[in-house]
């Protein structure tokens, strides 16, 4: 069974300019997390859709935005790109309907680094 | 941000030591995660809990929800160094929309097992 994918792997950006990433969930989960993992902060929780409706968001400023199409795949968008955005930005996916009793599983994370 | 305090923080141990790390929080939790970390990957879920005072294992691996729902610790026995890396808990709010797809992490153990 494929596990959640994320791409890029590795992506370098410079300051001001926006970036859009990619996360395709387990088959059959339907929530989708995004998480901003940094040395400082640890990890944090961005947003989470289902649905294709955002049901969750975190403290993060509006630079940081998402969607989920129909096939449940999600993407998240973030503009303006900050020094302090460089981090691993992590997507887990679970089945979703229900609220707990259901673990997320993540991919492997695109790492985030801005010049 | 909340936050759950997992300690210690850092370990070094002998091939074959028993480990056991542990988080704590202010809030009740509804579900508690344990996860694996290794560089360059996203975390791995090692075990779920979902019922106060359950203990469930996973091979070398035990883990217990704590009866007040805010503390759950993780035991790994007979430590090998595949066992390296770093163990994250993490913990679901039973609190309507504002839980949804948000798990809230520990800082995160660093385990270091020596041959």
């Known amino acids: 069974k494929a596990g959640v994918t994320q791409t890029p792997r590795y992506l370098i950006k410079t300051r001001g300019q926006q970036v859009t990433l990619s996360c395709s969930p387990i088959s059959g989960h339907r929530s989708v997390s995004w998480y901003q993992q940094t040395p400082g902060q640890g990890l944090q929780f961005l947003f989470e859709?289902?649905?294709?409706?955002?049901?969750n968001k975190g403290n993060f400023p509006g630079r940081f935005s998402g969607r989920q199409f129909s096939n449940s795949r999600s993407e998240m968008n973030v503009s303006t790109l900050e020094l302090g955005d460089s981090a691993l930005y992590l997507c887990?996916?679970?089945?979703?309907?229900?609220?707990?009793?259901?673990?997320?599983?993540f991919g492997d994370g695109t790492r985030l680094s801005i010049l | 941000g909340q936050q759950l305090n997992q300690s210690p923080q850092s370990m070094f141990i002998q091939e074959g030591e028993d480990v056991s790390m542990n988080c704590t929080s202010s809030s009740i939790f509804n579900t508690w995660l344990w996860y694996k970390q290794d560089p360059g990957e996203g975390p791995v879920l090692l075990i779920a809990l979902y019922k106060a005072g359950e203990l469930t294992s996973n091979g070398r691996l035990t883990a217990q929800f704590g009866i007040t729902r805010k503390d759950s610790f993780l035991n790994i026995s007979a430590s090998i160094p595949s066992d390296v890396g770093i163990y994250f808990c993490a913990g679901q709010l039973d609190a309507g929309g504002t839980s949804y797809g948000k798990l809230t992490f520990g800082q995160g153990t660093i385990l270091t097992v020596h041959p």
């Open positions: 887990a996916s679970s089945w979703g309907p229900t609220l707990g009793g259901q673990p997320q599983h």
């Open positions: 859709y289902f649905s294709e409706t955002q049901r």
